[in-house]
T-cell receptor, first 114, second 117 residues
Framework: GDSVTQMEGPVTLSEEAFLTINCTYT??????LFWYVQYPGEGLQLLLK?????DKGSNKGFEATYRKETTSFHLEKGSVQVSDSAVYFC?????????????FGAGTRLAVHP | GAVVSQHPSRVICKSGTSVKIECRSL??????MFWYRQFPKQSLMLMAT?????????EQGVEKDKFLINHASLTLSTLTVTSAHPEDSSFYIC?????????????FGPGTRLTVT
């Protein structure tokens, strides 16, 4: 079945550092790809999405590009802030398991220090 | 934005008892709700898909007689863990999906931490 693999955390950075969280996927068909963020004590929120190859999703300074050739959707931000500290989940839908299901990676915890 | 609440946020119960977790969409009607389970440092695993007014669809390996799901209205779904055992201790998360052409737009509740002693 479909699956998502993302880098293990925690990732610890100083404020204004560059962030990359790697995500790769395995899926049949043409899935849509997502990044969700979970702030402490809150539910997961959709951060950004890309629905076809070469699309770039962006939001709040975060970006990720759908790379079909490398089956990747890495999350990047040029300058992180303390308020970005959260758990980030890469996910897909619309592969072999259809659009009703979201397949999540294990999550990567990001801690940003002043 | 769309808000989903869960109650309780934490619950401790004794082995052999049952516990009910509620999931509510506060400002929209959700024809479909999802229940996930999350183990420490692991991914969210979909347990079941709940459609209003019909029986839930369970994922392979999930015991439907143990995890009872009821979606009696467009704003409320409940998950009842029956005859709970310590191995059922976990973080349970629900989500609700807006009707329409964007099936990936699921709005998540904050989760319920279940501890079975």
């Amino acid at each position: 079945g479909d699956s998502v693999t993302q880098m293990e955390g925690p990732v610890t950075l100083s404020e204004e550092a560059f962030l990359t969280i790697n995500c790769t996927y395995t899926a049949t068909g043409y899935p849509s790809l997502f990044w969700y963020v979970q702030y402490p004590g809150e539910g997961l929120q959709l951060l950004l999405k890309a629905t076809k190859a070469d699309d770039k999703g962006s939001n709040k300074g975060f970006e990720a590009t759908y790379r079909k050739e490398t089956t990747s959707f890495h999350l990047e931000k040029g300058s992180v802030q303390v308020s970005d500290s959260a758990v980030y989940f890469c996910a897909l839908s619309g592969g072999g398991d259809g659009y009703n299901k979201l397949i999540f990676g294990a999550g990567t915890r990001l801690a940003v220090h002043p | 934005g769309a808000v989903v609440s869960q109650h309780p946020s934490r619950v401790i119960c004794k082995s052999g008892t049952s516990v009910k977790i509620e999931c509510r969409s506060l400002d929209f009607q959700a024809t479909t709700m999802f229940w996930y389970r999350q183990f420490p440092k692991q991914s969210l695993m979909l347990m079941a898909t709940s459609n209003e007014g019909s029986k839930a669809t369970y994922e392979q390996g999930v015991e439907k007689d143990k995890f009872l799901i009821n979606h009696a209205s467009l704003t409320l779904s409940t998950l009842t863990v029956t005859s709970a055992h310590p191995e059922d201790s976990s973080f349970y998360i629900c989500s609700a999906r807006l009707p329409g052409p964007k099936p990936y737009e699921q709005y998540f509740g904050p989760g319920t931490r279940l501890t079975v002693t």
